[in-house]
């Protein structure tokens, strides 16, 4: 039996590791977006490099990251964030999540009679 050596061995488990995160993050796409989902892109570009850079991605002259296939991207990069368990990138990133339940129990403010 022939075996890998220990050297090629670690990128392949890394590249595998990469993959397998690429693959739950593309099966969680088809869930819907959580409704505390908050912000827009800021184009940082940072949710392209997940878990490596996608070929697709490309730089402004102000640095800026924008996607070569916008109007044909997939699901997965469609809604990053969907969750803020999902959201890996919240330091550079310009959505943010807001739990809804909180946002329901807010007291309107009231006009008082007279004045």
Same mark, same amino acid.
């Given at each position: 039996m022939h #075996? #890998? /050596?220990? @050297?090629?061995r670690q990128p $392949?488990? !890394? $590249? *595998?590791?990469? $993959?397998? @995160? &690429? *693959?739950? @993050?593309f099966a969680t796409s088809l869930l819907p977006v959580d409704a505390g989902r908050r912000g827009d892109c800021n184009r940082c570009g940072e949710c392209c490099k997940l878990p490596y850079p996608c070929p697709f991605l490309r730089y402004d002259a102000d640095g800026l990251s924008r996607c070569s296939v916008y109007h !044909?991207?997939?699901?997965? +990069? @469609? &809604?990053?964030?969907r969750t803020a368990s999902e959201h890996i990138? /919240? !330091? #550079? +990133?310009?959505?943010?999540? =807001?739990? =809804?339940t909180d946002l329901g129990r807010a007291q309107p403010a009231t006009e008082q009679a007279g004045g």
């Open positions: #075996t #890998t /050596p220990a @050297r090629r $392949l488990l !890394a $590249l *595998a590791s990469g $993959l397998g @995160r &690429k *693959a739950q @993050r !044909a991207r997939p699901p997965s +990069c @469609r &809604k990053y964030p990138t /919240p !330091a #550079t +990133c310009g959505y943010y999540f =807001v739990n =809804v």
